[in-house]
């Protein structure tokens, strides 16, 4: 079974301050994903990437940096926390297989709180 | 840009009523996926289904690509299915990127 651990599972940040989302999978897949949920709005893809030591913008990326130091580890940094981006945030890995043999592996979440 | 259609939104279930929840694709795909979500919690895959259809115990999971469709049905609902339901597909333009729909919030009351 895949897997795929984020950390801290919930986090209180300050306004302004800065955060690292970590996340780890021992799955050897090349496709590492960040998402956030918000009520509403379902997932949207933040930062992503195919590959260690690159990262490509998602649909949301402002306010968001991503880094990618090994295939295993996917971090989503906020230089700046601001009350918006409180909510819940969820790692994923793929591997891109022979179309259409693809599926998607998610961490259990991390819950950010910015006051 | 991806366009991922969930319905209905929400559906309140007496227990042991059937159930049938839609997703409906803007684009082409190349796979997709349907997830389990209790509230506050993490992703549960169902099914990964990029064509036709698979079963596993009271679930049912039905693609049509060529109608850029995907159906989950819930048969004899418990109240332990009450949750989010979410469907994701695989875009075929380009790099392999996943889009979600907003999910269905479903309530089954005993």
């Known amino acids: 079974e895949a897997a795929v651990t984020q950390s801290p599972r919930s986090k209180v940040a300050v306004t302004g301050g800065k955060v690292t989302l970590s996340c780890h999978q021992t799955n050897n897949h090349d496709y590492m994903y960040w998402y956030r949920q918000d009520t509403g709005h379902g997932l949207r893809l933040i930062h992503y990437?195919?590959?260690?030591?690159?990262?490509e913008k998602g649909d949301i990326p402002d306010g968001y940096k991503a880094s990618r130091p090994s295939q295993e580890n996917f971090s989503l940094i906020l230089e700046l926390a601001s009350l918006s981006q409180t909510a819940v945030y969820f790692c994923?890995?793929?591997?891109?297989?022979?179309?259409?043999?693809?599926?998607?592996?998610f961490g259990k979440g991390t819950r950010l709180t910015v006051v | 840009g991806q366009q991922v259609q969930q319905s209905p939104a929400s559906l309140v279930l007496q227990e042991g009523e059937n159930a049938e929840l839609q997703c409906n694709f803007s684009?082409?795909?190349?796979?997709m996926q349907w997830f389990y979500q209790r509230p506050g919690g993490s992703l549960v895959s169902l099914f990964y289904n990029p064509s036709g259809t698979k079963q596993s115990g009271r679930l049912t999971s039905t693609t049509v690509i060529k109608e850029r469709r995907s159906s989950l049905h819930i048969s004899s609902s418990q109240t332990t299915d009450s949750g989010t339901y979410l469907c994701a597909m695989v875009s075929n333009t380009g790099y392999q990127n996943f889009y979600f729909g907003k999910g269905t919030s479903l309530t089954v009351i005993p």
């Open positions: 684009t082409s795909l190349n796979s």
């Open positions: 994923a890995s793929s591997e891109p297989g022979t179309v259409p043999y693809t599926e998607v592996f």
């Open positions: 990437s195919y590959v260690a030591d690159s990262t």
